[in-house]
Nanobody
Framework: QLQASGGGLVQDGGSLRLSCAAS????????VGWFRQAPGKEREFVAA????????YSADSVKGRFIISRDIAKNMVYLQMNSLKPEDTAVYYC????????????????WGQGTQVTVSS
């Protein structure tokens, strides 16, 4: 129901834009978050957009570099990633929740399959 795409291999300092598409759901009715998981690490919050008003919140580690946005007409949510660093290497997931806005991955009901982002030094 959620499809994440746009990952790839990029050099240190490069940019990528991830996309999250939903089928059978209107994303503007949900809070949508991006999370990432590196090998051997727990899944961590990256950024999220609140469903009710589109307000956004980003983790300190990506603030000023990553921007989450949504296109209601296209039913898409994006994560623009700039100034990428090797430590940003991970599988990135988009997720949605119909519940209260949250940064906790365990409270998101719907998940995409993930897209690999690799940043080379």
């Amino acid at each position: 129901q959620l499809q994440a795409s746009g990952g790839g291999l990029v050099q240190d300092g490069g940019s990528l834009r991830l996309s999250c598409a939903a089928s059978q759901r209107t994303l503007s009715r949900y809070s949508v978050g991006w999370f990432r998981q590196a090998p051997g690490k727990e899944r961590e919050f990256v950024a999220a957009a609140r469903g009710s008003d589109g307000s956004t919140y980003s983790a300190d580690s990506v603030k000023g570099r990553f921007i989450i946005s949504r296109d209601i007409a296209k039913n898409m949510v994006y994560l623009q990633m700039n100034s990428l660093k090797p430590e940003d290497t991970a599988v990135y997931y988009c997720a949605a929740t119909a519940g209260s806005f949250t940064l906790l991955p365990r409270l998101y009901e719907y998940w995409g399959q993930g897209t690999q982002v690799t940043v080379s030094s």
